[in-house]
């Protein structure tokens, strides 16, 4: 199964957050604040179910496929610490989330297009991956071209800042350098981690 490109709208109402940043998305959530589907009465939800909204809260919130999403947790359940932990600061160390938190996209999604296109550069580079894991010191620029300048001097300009201090914009310069790598209250996503893990495990 590919990437998620359907409704946005409905995919918040059925999480209950904000996982799509876009402003139809988040007008139309406002709209209708119940979960989509047949107004009927709601059974309560199991143990099972709440667990599957929280990973479904990750999946989407960060743009994974289920195959990368359980790589993620594999290799967290590797490091050192807390494994729930670990899994959710190497979702935020993800190249088009970096982007987005600097304030280089209004969205992930827009963030993820905008790599994939090979408009950034990785300390010198240019890049087409969105999933490569950034390090401290590592510094994010746009490609020296005037549209791709233009463009995201505007994007800076208007998108919507995160309180994110591992990582600092130089606004007229559009660069973005990662100051040190984020730990777990650094995470953007307000998400029981713990279900999430006992999910996987299964």
Same mark, same amino acid.
Not at 2 to 18: E, V
Not at 83 to 88: I, K, V
Not at 89 to 97: F, G, Q
Not at 187 to 198: E, I, N
């Given at each position: 199964?590919?990437?998620?490109?359907?409704?946005?709208?409905?995919?918040?109402?059925?999480?209950? *957050?904000?996982? *799509?940043?876009?402003?139809?998305?988040?007008?139309?959530?406002?709209?209708?604040?119940?979960?989509?589907?047949?107004?009927?009465? #709601?059974?309560?939800?199991?143990?099972?179910?709440?667990?599957?909204?929280?990973?479904?809260?990750?999946?989407?919130?960060?743009?994974?496929?289920?195959?990368?999403?359980?790589?993620?947790?594999?290799?967290?359940?590797?490091?050192?610490?807390?494994?729930?932990?670990?899994?959710?600061?190497?979702?935020?160390?993800?190249?088009?989330?970096?982007?987005?938190?600097?304030?280089?996209?209004?969205?992930?999604?827009?963030? #993820?297009?905008?790599?994939?296109?090979?408009? *950034?550069?990785?300390?010198?580079?240019?890049?087409?991956?969105?999933?490569?894991?950034?390090?401290?010191?590592?510094?994010?620029?746009? #490609?020296?071209?005037?549209?791709?300048?233009?463009?995201?001097?505007?994007?800076?300009?208007?998108?919507?800042?995160?309180?994110?201090?591992?990582?600092?914009?130089?606004?007229?310069?559009?660069?973005?350098?990662?100051?040190?790598?984020?730990?777990?209250?650094?995470?953007?996503?307000?998400?029981?981690?713990?279900?999430?893990?006992?999910?996987?495990?299964?």
């Amino acid at each position: 199964m590919g990437r998620y490109t359907g409704p946005k709208a409905r995919i918040n109402r059925r999480l209950r *957050f904000q996982v *799509f940043e876009s402003a139809g998305a988040i007008r139309a959530t406002e709209r209708k604040e119940y979960p989509p589907g047949m107004a009927q009465r #709601r059974r309560k939800a199991t143990n099972y179910g709440l667990a599957l909204i929280e990973k479904q809260k990750i999946k989407f919130y960060y743009g994974l496929r289920e195959k990368h999403l359980r790589k993620y947790f594999a290799k967290a359940r590797r490091m050192k610490g807390n494994t729930g932990e670990n899994l959710l600061i190497l979702c935020e160390r993800r190249l088009d989330n970096v982007v987005r938190r600097a304030g280089l996209a209004h969205t992930r999604p827009q963030a #993820r297009q905008g790599v994939v296109h090979g408009h *950034f550069q990785l300390n010198g580079q240019t890049v087409t991956k969105p999933s490569i894991m950034v390090r401290a010191g590592d510094v994010i620029t746009i #490609r020296n071209r005037p549209n791709l300048k233009k463009v995201y001097q505007e994007i800076a300009g208007s998108a919507a800042a995160t309180d994110c201090h591992w990582v600092s914009l130089d606004g007229d310069d559009l660069k973005a350098t990662v100051t040190s790598l984020p730990n777990y209250e650094d995470v953007s996503l307000p998400v029981d981690v713990g279900q999430v893990v006992a999910f996987l495990s299964r």
